[in-house]
């Protein structure tokens, strides 16, 4: 079985910082991860290879920097790396990073599953995964929370919705997100670490994928953030000194007070 999974190098949450002017958030000089959600996706896929075989190749959109996360996906049992590199990518929203993600894995060709994370930590939208899926004209199963068997060119498995849980059967090739509750990931060995030295990652660019430019980046974005408001931590109150009996009867008046102002009582 020949898996694609798309990961995303996300800021860590402490980390996080936007550009007010373009609306886009800052990648440069900031500490980077894998998706946490994104490693429940490479070990249930990792899981797959080591019960029915074939390979497993990891994809990522960012800048060259983003290698450090497809090696660590190696390191942790992944064989094969693409990063999808080009300053046309560049402030892509959720349709056009799942453009181009699908395209990449247009030129993997041979794949019989997509596996990805729920949602990334830093956008939170959830569609890029299903987005994928629809460009490349996949059945879709979301918010999976274990997959049940693989046979005769299907693959069965249970996700996670409001009323429980619901079990599906999709043709093959198919694309799924899955939730923490699919596996717990593991650590990168030293022998992967070894290996994911060695692996030479490839970089697809716009021009290499022969990709429509208009569909790329910002260009390509039909989500336009138009203004960025940071919440503002205020704690504000009076404080009432409540000393001896008149100074309790006072404290309590001015509570009173203060409750029917607001039209609380």
């Known amino acids: 079985m020949n898996i694609v999974i798309p990961i995303k ?29 994104d490693l429940y996706a490479l070990e249930a896929g990792i899981e797959l290879k080591e019960k029915f075989g074939g390979k497993i190749t990891v994809i990522t959109m960012g ?15 992944c064989d094969d790396a693409i ?11 959720t349709w056009a990073t799942s ?15 997509v596996v990805a ?13 299903p987005g994928i899926a629809a460009w490349l004209d996949l059945p879709l199963a979301t918010y999976v929370s274990s997959i049940e068997s693989v046979e005769d060119n299907s693959i069965v498995v249970e996700r996670l919705v409001e009323e429980g849980y619901q079990k599906l059967k999709l043709p093959l090739p198919s ?7 699919i596996s ?6 030293l ?3 070894k290996r994911a030295r060695a692996t030479e990652v490839p970089v697809y660019t716009a021009e290499s994928m022969d990709l429509d430019s208009d569909s790329l980046g910002l260009n390509g974005s039909p989500t336009k953030v138009v203004k960025i408001d940071f919440p503002k931590v205020t704690r504000g109150g009076v404080k009432v000194a409540a000393d001896g009996e008149s100074g309790a009867g006072e404290a309590v008046d001015r509570l009173i007070d203060f409750l029917k102002e607001k039209e609380l009582i």
């Open 9 to 37: 190098q996300v800021p860590e949450t402490s980390d996080v910082k936007m550009d007010k002017e373009k609306g886009t958030m800052i990648r440069d000089g900031v500490q980077t991860v894998i998706n946490p959600l």
């Open 63 to 77: 800048p060259p920097s983003a290698v450090k996360a497809l090696k660590e996906a190696v390191s942790m049992g």
């Open 83 to 93: 990063l999808l590199s080009d300053k046309q990518f560049a402030g892509s929203d």
């Open 99 to 113: 453009y181009t993600l699908a395209e990449a894995i247009k030129e993997i060709k041979d794949y019989d599953l």
């Open 117 to 129: 994370g729920e949602r990334a930590t830093d956008g939170d939208t959830g569609q890029v995964g």
């Open 175 to 181: 694309l799924l997100t899955v939730v923490k509750e």
């Open 184 to 189: 717990n990931p593991r650590l990168p060995t």
């Open 191 to 193: 022998r992967g670490k």
